[in-house]
């Protein structure tokens, strides 16, 4: 398996702009989470999935983030409109409930909104 | 709810130094514990586990006890090398979903 694919790797946006984040989970988990990672706040969890339905989004910081995730291969992170203060590093992690297993991350999507 | 509290740093060390980089956690229930490690520029990669009381989790001459009764996992490595150089997380995940709560992370940088 190639292991949790994210999409892009870089993005650089403008103020206001709509962003989308891409996850590929490893095929077989069925939990995904998405981190956010800044050197003010260190990780910090904002979603997670569970067979596709959103358990726990409490850590969402605004309205202007939403996630998605339509079926077990895929899942978005979308901001709109987008501020400076996103500007961070977003991690996709997919791990399988209950097996005491660990969450095995993606490579990360760096975010610059100017 | 879990946390988890690591020390800070940076730690800054010798090669061939002792390290120690100290966490405890708080949990409802029997979490599984985690050492979690981030080189530059790339994701977060599992360096060692221990899903209960007692075990010793090891990899690449990193060690570390579940320790119950102190709750604590605390990481340690014999003599350090540049290439440890990186920021390590200690984690726990507790119940179902397999959820994992980090500590704030500590970087280590090796010096020649």
């Known amino acids: 398996d190639a292991g949790v694919i994210q999409s892009p790797r870089h993005e650089v946006t403008e103020m206001g702009q709509e962003v989308t984040l891409r996850c590929k989970p490893i095929?077989?988990?069925?939990?995904l989470f998405w981190y956010r990672q800044t050197m003010m706040r260190g990780l910090e969890l904002l979603i997670y999935?569970?067979?596709?339905?959103?358990?726990?989004d409490s850590g969402m910081p605004e309205d202007r983030f939403s996630a998605k995730m339509p079926n077990a291969s895929f899942s978005t992170l979308k901001i709109q409109p987008s501020e400076p203060r996103d500007s961070a590093v977003y991690f996709c992690?997919?791990?399988?409930?209950?097996?005491?297993?660990?969450?095995?991350f993606g490579q990360g999507t760096r975010l610059t909104v100017v | 709810g879990d946390s988890v509290t690591q020390m800070e740093g940076p730690v800054t060390l010798s090669e061939e130094a002792f390290l120690t980089i100290n966490c405890t956690y708080t949990?409802?229930?029997?979490?599984?514990l985690f050492w979690y490690v981030q080189y530059p520029g790339e994701g977060l990669q599992l360096l060692l586990k221990?899903?209960?009381?007692?075990d010793k989790g090891s990899n690449k001459g990193f060690e570390a006890t579940y320790r119950k009764e102190t709750t604590s996992f605390h990481l340690e490595k014999g003599s350090v090398q540049v290439s440890d150089s990186a920021v390590y997380f200690c984690a726990l995940t507790d119940g179902g979903y397999q959820k994992v709560t980090f500590g704030i992370g500590t970087k280590l940088q090796v010096i020649p």
């Open positions: 999935f569970n067979n596709n339905v959103p358990i726990d």
């Open positions: 221990a899903t209960k009381a007692d």
């Open positions: 949990a409802t229930g029997y979490p599984s």
């Open positions: 992690a997919s791990s399988l409930q209950g097996g005491n297993t660990e969450a095995f």
């Open positions: 095929s077989g988990h069925n939990s």
